[in-house]
């Protein structure tokens, strides 16, 4: 039997707290959300690695001009 | 300014997806909302997300730009989505037993009916397992709406849920 997702409802006027089940559309709507979050991140950590990737890469090519790596790491900041 | 408590929700042992404010007086100037989170879910790397998701259950109009350390890498990953309202660290299931993340998300202007309205979200994960540390992040958000606030919705980025003892409480800000 499939898990009943809930949510809490607080209501400031009154104080009360209400333990609800999803709606289909609230599942449908957090199941969207979620890809889409998720396809972001992903696109933004391909980004970042790439750039990690590259500055390593830099990095390696000017010690190998006799840079020490405190002279490379200062040029790449 | 003084804070003052409108409410506050603490998550029961089955969990929950969601924690949603609603029916919120238009009597201060902004709105503050405390959360300590930890969901079910194991993290890829640094940490799971805590969302501002939605006001007014209105999914629309969303953006946010943030800024995230990660302990684990020394790294730092700007980035931008719609998603959602704000974005913020919560603790999962395999950082540090018992260990939550504290959050402090602030709303300016809410009960305003001509002003869009903005967001700030700071946050930082407690975690000294394995090799993700802590992690922390700001956000800035936008509900690019001037209806005043009358509810709005804390939940997670991964489809998770909060698990027992996660906490939020939302905070009235006067100018006294």
Known sequence: MPETLTK???????GEQQILPLTAAEIAQREAD????AAEKAAADAAAEATAAAKASGLAKLIGLGLTQDEANALLK | MAYNIIATSTVGGGGSTSITFNSIPNTYKDLAIFVSTRTDTVANSDG???ILESFNSNTSNR????????RGTNSVLAGYTTSNVALGWSNASNH???AFCNGFIYVFNY????LQKSVQYDSVTANTTGSYYSSGGIASGM???TSAITSLTISTASAAKFIQYSTATLYGISEE
């Open chain 1, 8 to 14: 809490i409802v607080v209501n400031c006027e009154t």
């Open chain 1, 34 to 37: 979620a890809a889409a979050y």
């Open chain 2, 48 to 50: 799971d997300y805590a």
């Open chain 2, 63 to 70: 953006e946010q730009r943030f800024l995230y350390i990660n």
């Open chain 2, 96 to 98: 540090s037993s018992n």
């Open chain 2, 111 to 114: 009960a305003s009916t001509t």
């Open chain 2, 143 to 145: 509900w690019k709406n």
